[in-house]
């Protein structure tokens, strides 16, 4: 018996040069698409909505078929209760904040999951804004005024578009608190499409990853950043580890927060949490360095003993070395340094990661399912 | 012109010359204009013809109504010879000084019939009683426009001194030219209609019902002259072969009259 | 000052009251037509786009002829009318009306169409995302949006139907009060020996009238400009 919040999707369509061939399942949560422009999100979302049709396939939300190729079902976009949060918003220029907001609302009444116009607006702090014309608003704004139409439609799944694409950075890390605050609030799976893997990380339950309309991972966040071989998709640069960790105590001292993971401790700047709340660290691999012998005397608060699972063989002068601390960690490493310290496969090495490398923005809210995937550990 | 491509160029030029050509052609040739009124169409187009064809030359005729023709003639129209409908109209070019002196005639005579749709069964005698408004049956009368299309002034002329003046005005179609009116007629929009006696020849939709006598309005008379310094040999030509026996005889059989009879 | 002649109020009114119902009765058609024309493709699309801009490449007084063998007494609709209906168009300002309005149809709808196409067919999806079905969305989403448009329409077919002449008077003649609209009034006085200081009073009239439709008409246009674009 399916869940409400459950996903079944398997669709083909081919478009111009490109064929998309998307399966995927999940049982509710935050999804998040993540791949480069053209790799075919903008196109599976709107044919998770309606507003295209795929060639062939299924996509059933919470046990309710949407579309299936074999029984010929297809229901129109209006009657298929979802929320679609567009890139570039698209609020209705001729109705007030007030009006948008409301405009679903009339056709979500049959509905048992009505949402309440007072609390969405509060959520997402559009009072001000009520009497206002979309023209005036700023991207951070009218994204914020699309999220909350969107929701006051009832719907069963909420779409979301690169919805930070037309908001200007300041805005950004405002935005995604809101939407973290929904993932773990509202009770609504989210398929959430980017090419932001910041956003990705903050936000994903689970992360699938595009690439020319196929799918070539699904998984949480975690398993999916420690994979080397996917590095090419999710950008070498950006390459580094995601951890699920809790908070234990905070160092009012020195203005500090002891996280913990799978057994290890990891000393952040000071976090503004509760102690007991989960949350998501991002540690790049550029901060993290390796030593044959456990360090002395030295500046850093974090390191860990663990073991090398896999070294890559890139070009260039720096490799990067997957290593089990308990959890998985990535370091980035110099050819040299590999050679001197003549590092292999199943060497036990320790990790050192500098505490002031470890931001804001490497920061997530785990939120109830990285709870529940934390406990059953 | 180094603006132009060569292809814009090469069209310009190829234009021009054309347009050299078309204007030499038009030139080369004696060419007659003559500006007739409206109800001449036809007996003058077939006069025409039978003049270029015994003359060499080329005659150009341009039908409109007389008081359009005349007001383009006073705005420098190249009209060779103007024949109008009405005295007023060429009494008017002759006190503007257009028309070359000595050259006016009276050409033609023409009277006035009151007719409907070749179905109709309509009668009607002037001496009855009868009112003409009740012929109509909730209908209209076309006519030109009384206020100035000469068929349609004589027209009213003519129905005032019947006294039916009175009784009919608020039902008329007035129409901007006596085409126009006999349209109305033909197509059986109206069921009856004032036009020339000479409309109804050759015209197998029309039926007179009653004609007008000549005492009920001004004398219909169609004035010919020649435009002051266009009197070449071959206009000339043209206007004495209008004249002839054979000229009058096309004239007669498109039912004009000859001037001044009854 | 400018004391205007009972002929000069019956000319006004007459035209007044001939291009608003010829408006009027546009009005419907040319949404239904710019619609189908806008947003889709079928076999014979250009065969009916061709047919509506006729009356603005086809001299007005063929139109005015082609009026007259269909709508007039014999003609035939005009003789079905008349038989089912006992309603006559011909020689009365109702067939002015008719005469206005097919010249200024052609008008009514380019302008129409053009907002069709100007809407952000994203938007009407938005609306489609949020339950909307497709009617609705067209009468909340699309209907305000092309409003610009379609008072653009009505005004351009307004001023036009103000000065049509040569459809009117071969379909319908020149009836004092009844078809004789001020371009008709104009003409007749241009025709009469010294009517030529009445016929500037009808220009400035004429203008005056133009003139006022399309400056209120500008006035709306930015009133709702101003609205969409905060």
Not at chain 2, 199 to 225: M, N, Q, S, W
Request: proline residues 5%; glycine residues 8%; aromatic residues 6%.
């Amino acid at each position: 018996m399916a869940q409400p919040t459950s996903l079944n999707i398997n669709v083909r369509r081919r478009l111009g040069d490109t064929e998309l061939d998307v399966q995927f399942q999940s049982d509710g949560g935050l999804t998040a698409f993540f791949g480069r422009s053209g790799s075919g999100k903008t196109s599976l979302v709107n044919l998770l909505a309606g507003l295209d049709t795929p060639d062939s396939g299924i996509i059933e939300v919470g046990g309710v078929c949407l579309y299936s190729s074999e029984n010929a079902i297809n229901i129109p976009p209006d009657k298929r209760r979802l929320g679609y949060v567009f890139q570039d918003s698209r609020l209705f220029p001729h109705m007030s904040v007030a009006g948008n907001l409301k405009y679903g609302m009339r056709f979500a009444a049959a509905h048992d999951q009505q949402q309440d116009f007072g609390e969405i607006v509060e959520l997402l702090g559009l009072s001000a804004l009520l009497a206002r014309q979309p023209a005036s608003l700023s991207g951070g704004e009218k994204q914020r005024v699309a999220i909350g139409r969107a929701l006051l439609a009832s719907p069963r799944l909420l779409l979301m578009d690169e919805p930070m694409a037309s908001v200007d950075a300041g805005r950004k890390s405002e935005i995604v608190a809101f939407i973290e605050n929904l993932r773990d609030q509202l009770d609504i799976p989210i398929v959430y499409v980017s090419h932001d893997l910041e956003e990705v990380i903050r936000l994903a339950d689970t992360m699938v990853i595009l690439d020319n309309g196929r799918t070539m991972a699904s998984g949480d966040v975690e398993t999916i950043m420690s994979r080397l071989d996917l590095r090419p998709l999710t950008g070498r640069y950006e390459a580094g580890a995601v951890i699920a960790a809790e908070v234990v105590r905070h160092d009012e001292e020195f203005s500090l927060t002891e996280l913990t993971f799978a057994g290890n401790s990891l000393w952040v700047p000071r976090l503004d949490l509760a102690v007991g709340a989960a949350l998501r660290v991002r540690i790049r691999a550029r901060d993290v360095s390796l030593s044959r012998s456990r360090p002395e005397d030295t500046s850093i608060l974090n390191i860990f003993e663990g073991k090398i699972v896999e070294i890559t063989e890139d070009d260039g002068p720096q490799q990067e070395v997957l290593l089990d601390i308990g959890a998985p960690l990535i370091a980035r490493i110099t050819k040299k340094s590999l050679k001197q310290l003549s590092l292999q496969n199943g060497d036990t090495v320790y990790t050192m990661v500098k505490a002031a490398a470890i931001d804001r923005h490497s920061l997530g809210l785990g939120g109830t399912r990285q709870r529940r995937r934390m406990l059953g550990k | 012109m180094k603006l132009l491509s060569q292809r814009v160029r090469n069209l310009l030029i190829l234009f021009a010359i054309l347009l050299t050509l078309a204007s030499g052609a038009a030139s080369a040739a004696s060419s007659i204009k003559v500006f007739g009124a409206a109800s001449l169409n036809g007996a003058l187009s077939e006069a025409a013809r039978i003049f270029d064809a015994r003359s060499g030359n080329h005659t150009v005729p341009v039908f409109a109504s007389s008081s359009n023709l005349a007001k383009q003639i006073m705005n420098g129209a190249p009209a060779d010879v103007f024949v109008s409908a009405n005295l007023s109209w060429m009494d008017r070019l002759a006190r503007e000084n257009l028309i070359e002196p000595g050259s006016r005639v009276t050409f033609l005579g023409n009277s006035l019939s009151l007719v409907a749709p070749v179905t109709s069964k309509a009668k009607f005698t002037w001496g009855a009683d009868a009112l003409l408004s009740d012929l109509l049956q909730g209908g209209r009368l076309a006519m030109g426009d009384p206020d100035h299309v000469p068929v349609g002034m004589y027209g009213k002329a003519a129905l005032e001194k019947l006294g039916r003046w009175e009784d009919i005005h608020r039902h008329l179609a007035p129409a901007p030219n006596a085409r126009a009116a006999i349209a109305f007629i033909e197509r059986g929009e109206t069921p009856l209609g004032i036009v020339y006696a000479s409309d109804l020849v050759g015209r197998g939709k029309l039926r007179e019902v009653a004609r007008f006598p000549e005492t009920t309005h001004p004398p219909i008379i169609y004035p010919l002259a020649l435009i002051k310094g266009r009197a070449t040999l071959a206009v000339q030509a043209f206007v004495t072969f209008l004249q002839s026996e054979v000229g009058r005889a096309i004239f007669a059989r498109y039912g004009f009259l000859p001037p001044g009879s009854d | 000052m400018f004391a205007l002649s009972p002929l000069e109020i019956e000319a006004i009114q007459l035209s007044l009251r001939v291009a608003g119902f010829a408006v009027l009765a546009c009005l419907p058609l040319g949404l239904l037509t710019a619609w189908v024309l806008a947003r889709h493709e079928f076999f014979g699309k250009s065969v009916l786009n061709g047919i509506v801009h006729l009356p603005l490449v086809v001299p007005p007084v063929v139109i005015g002829y082609l009026l007259l063998v269909t709508f007039g007494r014999n003609g035939a609709i005009g003789r079905w009318l008349w038989e089912t209906f006992e309603i006559s168009i011909a020689f009365s300002w109702k067939g002015a009306a008719v005469a206005a309005g097919v010249m200024a149809f052609p008008l009514m709808v380019r302008a129409i169409r053009l907002s069709f196409e100007g809407v952000d067919k994203g938007l009407e999806d938005a609306a489609r995302t949020l339950g909307a079905p497709g009617w609705w969305v067209f009468l909340t989403i699309t209907l305000p949006l092309i409003l610009p448009g379609v008072l653009t329409g009505v005004i351009l077919a307004f001023a036009r139907s103000l000065g049509e002449f040569g459809a009117t008077i071969t379909f319908v003649s020149n009836i004092p009060g009844e078809t004789r609209t001020l371009p008709l009034a104009l003409y007749s006085l241009t025709q009469v020996p010294d009517g030529e200081s009445g016929a500037m009073r009808l220009v400035v009239i004429a203008v005056a009238l133009a003139l006022i439709a399309l400056v209120a008409s500008e006035a709306l246009s930015r009133r709702i400009a101003k609205r969409m674009g905060g």
